[in-house]
Nanobody, 125 residues
Framework: QVQLVESGGGLVQAGGSLRLSCAAS????????MGWFRQAPGKEREFVATISGSGAVTRHADSVRGRFAISRDNAKNMVYLQMNSLKPEDTAVYYC??????????????????WGQGTQVTVSS
């Protein structure tokens, strides 16, 4: 099992930026991919971005591509989500997640067995 703790959420105006951080512990960090998901009130949890264990491969949802960027620092057991040009529709609770063993670069919440507590991101218009 992997323990995950997110930080960095907050209130920002439209067009602004935030960087989310996620600290991981419990498994050899570089051996597994990581993902970011978000959930807005009344909506299902949705994929935002994922990154391979080495950091060489990333995938981003169409809705955030070109504005958000996932990255990781394996020496620090950290994964990040840089969010630029934020829009009100980006408002949600953001979660980092670690996939179940054997899963690589999935975009499906059901493939992720470890989740952080979430951090709120609110974008005002």
């Amino acid at each position: 099992q992997v323990q995950l703790v997110e930080s960095g959420g907050g209130l920002v105006q439209a067009g602004g930026s935030l960087r989310l951080s996620c600290a991981a512990s419990g498994r050899t960090f570089s051996t597994y991919a990581m993902g970011w998901f978000r959930q807005a009130p009344g909506k299902e949890r949705e994929f935002v971005a994922t990154i391979s264990g080495s950091g060489a491969v990333t995938r981003h949802a169409d809705s955030v591509r070109g504005r958000f960027a996932i990255s990781r620092d394996n020496a620090k057991n950290m994964v990040y989500l840089q969010m630029n040009s934020l829009k009100p529709e980006d408002t949600a609770v953001y979660y980092c997640a670690a996939p179940n063993p054997g899963v690589v670069l999935s975009t499906l919440p059901r493939d992720f067995g470890s989740w952080g507590q979430g951090t709120q991101v609110t974008v005002s218009s």
